[in-house]
């Protein structure tokens, strides 16, 4: 699935059938503080794998490779 994440916290997937994108997560819902501190790194199966960075990173530092967080979709 491709997918994408908005400023706001949004998760989209494209639908193939209709060519339209479709919220999946909102992460403001579940996150409300750090919502913007996520870097998504794929989604695999019913979860999104992504990395939550410290505050002030635009994206993770090396040491946070393999620190991952799963959220179910």
Not at 14 to 28: A, M, S, T
Not at 30 to 38: Q, S
Not at 40 to 60: F, K, L, Q, R, T
Request: hydrophobic share 40%; charged share 20%; aromatic share 10%.
């Amino acid at each position: 699935m491709l997918a994408t994440l908005s400023q706001n916290g949004v998760l989209s997937g494209l639908n193939f059938k209709n060519n339209q994108w479709v919220p999946i997560l909102d992460l403001r819902d579940t996150f409300p503080e750090t919502f913007e501190n996520f870097w998504v790194v794929g989604i695999v199966e019913h979860e999104m794998v992504a990395i939550e960075m410290p505050s002030n990173c635009d994206s993770p530092p090396l040491s946070m490779k393999n620190v991952y967080k799963r959220i179910q979709l």
